[in-house]
């Protein structure tokens, strides 16, 4: 008879292995023998994306749940804007090297640098009404957890004593979340469309800052499931009111029965934090 053998638990011996070859930078090499939930190249295949999806749906939805956290303010707004701080740097640096076209866009960047104070105050205010009240009562700041107006509101509810998530998504621009996301509540995405959904499945408000195509499309998004009655009615308010009525004219799409009249009372113009944030306490009446 064969000697006897220690029995091996076979998912911690596929796990180690994988940890051991992620951190040594090794790449893992398909093994038949591997349980097939342990088998990362398995579960990269194009046949199991079905259950990637129920994955990034899965994970980011226990982690909060389990954090208490079930009801969100998220905050859209573009990646490129930067503090006064950073703006007023940037813009000196191109003064001193001459270019037109970078000072022009330096230019931009103070200008629109009081969107980024605008959204840390926010932030901020959030946090502070969540401070002390019980967990069902609290109110958390949800962003894409990138630079721009995401890290304002991160960091104005980081600069509250509250905590806030952030939901990355993996682009060549955004390696990472910014620092001011609570850690344990930074979720990357692989897939827009689950991350769309992690968005609104807490949402209690949408506070759209200025913003391109991301935050037009996300902003979009929520407008149809409201008015399509897909989700329930909730605050969406558009911070920057000269912004989005240069760029989006909504009264046309009346005019060319495109949408309803009734449509335009689906949004809030805003341009102070304490405007949007009593326009949310309004609806809820906190």
Aim: glycine share 8%; proline share 5%; net charge negative.
């Amino acid at each position: 008879m064969p000697p006897h053998r220690k029995l091996q638990d076979p998912l911690a011996d596929a796990w180690a292995t994988i940890r051991s070859h992620a951190s040594n930078g090794l790449p893992v090499d398909a093994d038949s023998s591997r349980l097939a939930f342990a088998d990362p190249e398995f579960l990269l295949r194009r046949e199991t994306r079905g259950i990637r999806f129920q994955l990034e749906l899965l994970k980011p939805d226990l982690a909060q749940a389990a954090h208490g956290i079930e009801n969100t303010i998220v905050v859209f707004g573009s990646a490129r804007i930067r503090s006064q701080e950073e703006a007023q740097a940037l813009l000196a640096a191109a003064e001193s090297g001459g270019d037109e076209d970078t000072i022009a866009r330096a230019r931009a960047l103070v200008r629109n640098a009081s969107h980024y104070e605008n959204a840390r105050a926010f932030g901020k205010m959030v946090a502070t009404y969540s401070a002390g009240r019980d967990a069902a009562d609290r109110l958390y700041i949800c962003t894409g957890g990138g630079p721009g107006i995401m890290e304002a509101a991160n960091r104005g509810a980081y600069e509250g004593g509250g905590e806030s998530v952030g939901l990355t998504i993996a682009l060549p621009m955004e390696e990472a979340a910014n620092p001011f996301v609570t850690p344990n509540l930074d979720f990357k995405f692989h897939y827009f469309a689950l991350r769309k959904m992690h968005f609104m499945m807490r949402a209690k408000a949408l506070v759209a800052f200025p913003g391109g195509f991301g935050t037009l499309d996300e902003l979009f998004e929520v407008l149809t499931l409201v008015q399509t009655r897909k989700a329930k009615p909730v605050p969406i308010v558009l911070f920057g009111s000269d912004y989005w009525r240069r760029i989006l004219n909504f009264e046309a799409l009346v005019e060319e029965g495109m949408i309803a009249a009734q449509d335009l009372s689906l949004f809030t113009y805003c341009d102070d934090p304490g405007q949007a944030w009593d326009t949310i306490r309004e609806f809820y009446e906190l």
